[in-house]
């Protein structure tokens, strides 16, 4: 997810999408998938995973509505061990979508000149399906990026993503509650990454934003709030 | 998403098809302070590029408190040799958290494989790579701009006139008196120019005698320039009109003659100039203006990639001939003749950068007689002191009576240090090995070195005291990152010129040599076979290095208005690009290297 906080007074963003994404839903909505899939293409997906591996996502959009917004780009890059793997890495634009507004462009800077030549969405998203396969997902507020993919997925394939997911700005918030009880804090992404020491590489742009995720998630991992910098 | 700076080398090397290999090719790694990056003996899968953070290298063989090595930081590359080699030799560790790039090592070989140039700095020496570094200075142009952009005015000389009804023979004495190639004729129909190959020519081809008056040999068609143009627009002036000088006006006011080859030195390096005018000097106060120049050219010769020992000789010759013509002007005729004025210490091994105390002393001769002698040679100190060179603060000048002598006189007292070689003997033969003359008689600063050869030859104790002086000043392999303050920097004449340059004159007095330069010295030592001729490169241009770095912080200094002593002999390590840093790490090595085989030659591990 990459998009500021709403502007204050309206409806946090962040509860938007939480109202059609319970995570008992989800869990329920994953086990009837298994079974249509079963004999499909992407039954693997299903399978638990055993592999070492992760994968960090983000998806930029044209809006912070997960039921109205449409996808401009998606980008995932794979966690092996302490390494981002940059080199392993996806970084996909779609063709333009109908609703892509000045709005948005402000955000992710990507224009119509910019996503000529993009993909169409089926085939973005067999891409994205064949990088990812069954490895848990890394995300800065990953539920939004699932709603989104999700939304695209059941319409094209008729099922969710079944993989694991981690959020980043919750594994931040858990760790810290753990440390410093009395402290609830909502940081910003840049915050974050300052906190951290992690550089911000390419803010806002899909494949930039799942590397920093990517690289805050390994520091969250390796203990980087035991010792805080400060 | 991966910012690597392709503007430096090795990056700088490749072409854009292998920059896209490169930023698709890497990995992004994040290491904790302390951990362990590369170990010794694992086996180097990757090269990595720091991106940020600091990794210090050890070496693990000598123990945790000697075994530093080399210090990286933002932008550096690392493990490159272990890939090559297949394992690593030194163990990396993040000083603080490091983020670095990863790039494996398929990738790196395959780059070195179709990429000479690139495989190749990771195999060359420093020699080369400082090549590289003066290559891309002189690429810089920034400063070169700034000669490009030089008018006419800045280069031009005085006319030299002289009236049509003058005779050939006034004239070629003229010419001879005031050094110059023509003159200006003024006649009625307006300035003519007269060169030396018009006399001749009417002298020799058309048979006139030294009587006839130059106004009917002048030529009266001037190419000619305004005083506000560009430099290479005269230049270009001269080329169209197959001539070797122009005549320069400022509106219809002739000012002044531009010579070809005034330009054409001012373009290569601006150092004629100085030295015309240090030449052309005839009184102090003129003296001392063209001395006040010499930083200015040195500069120059930097900017335009003029390799560091060169820009050193140039200067030293300018401060000798600047010495010397003091001394001409100072001191009474007949003694200054006999006797010989040595310049010691930096000057006298021609690595001054910078004017810099005056370090000098006086050899008599044997049966001379020099009633004034004490006022004149303190008068001689304050003449120098007003040319810019301060007085020295140790006293090692010609009015300290301790440093002037006859050659009996100097026996005595190098005997005496030899005999009692505590700190001040030690320092003081050393200065003195480097004791080169400027002014009166060579044969004493001969016959000097000839004495202090035959008193030390063969004292192996002496040379141990003397080498001790190596190991004085640690060399600061460990200060990259890690001082409280980084902007205290590296102490580059304790940490890296004063071992070379001493080790390697502890070297040379015990072989013999009458060089005095360390340069000339290094490639003596090495046909004597006493060093590997590799070594003595290395050595050569790892000084030459430090020198240029020190003059960069010295001149950055100077810039401030500050006086030029005082100056910072501290390199801030983190105002280097990566390169530099490169080529530090390497000369420091080296200068650690040396000290070791030192202290191995002159058995200081047990003194």
Redesign the interface.
Known sequence: MSVEAAPQGKLPWRQWFRLGEYPMLRAIRRVADRRRQADGDFAWLFNPYTGDELVALDCETTGLDTRHAELVSIAAVRIRDDRVLTSESLDLRLARPASLSGDSICIHRLRGVDLEGGLEVREALTTLLEFIGNRPLVGWCIDFDLAMLDRYLRAEFGFSLPNATIDVAQQYRKRLRRSHPEIEVQPTFEQLAERLGVPIMGRHTALGDAVTTALMHLRLESGALAAPSR | ???IDFTHPPFSLLDDAERERVL?????????RDDVILDAGQSGEFVFVI??GEVAELDPAEGPAGGRIGHYTGGDLFGAISVINGQSRYRFVAEE?S?CY?M?HTLFLSLCENNAAFSDYFHQRLISKTRLLAERRAEGGVTLAGFMLARVNECMREPLKVGSTTCIRDAVLTLRDKGADSLLVETPDGPGMLTKTDLLEALVLEGRDGDTEVGGIAHLSLVTVDESQYLFEALIEMTRHEVARVVVFHGQQLTGVVELTDVLSFFSSRSYVVSLQVEQASTLASLSEASQRAPELVEALMAQGVRMRFAMGMLSALNGRIISKAWHFSMPAPQRERACLLVLGSEGRGEQILKTDQDNALILADDQQWDELSADTARFTSVLDDLGYPRCPGNIMVSNPQWVGTLAQWRARIRRWVCEPDGDSLMRLAVLADASGVAGDFALVDRLHDVLIEETRGNELLLTHLARGVLRFSTPLTLFGTLKKPEHGVDIKKGGIFPIVHGVRTMALECGLRETSTHDRLAALASLGRIERVVAEDLGEALSLFCELRLRAQLAYRRDDAPATDAPDRVVVQSLNSLERDLLREALHLVKEFKASLSHRYHLEYA
């Not at chain 2, 698709?24 to 904790?32: F, K, V």
């Open positions: 998403m991966i910012d698709g090719g890497l990995d992004i790694a994040y290491y904790g991106h940020k958290e983020l990863l494996p």
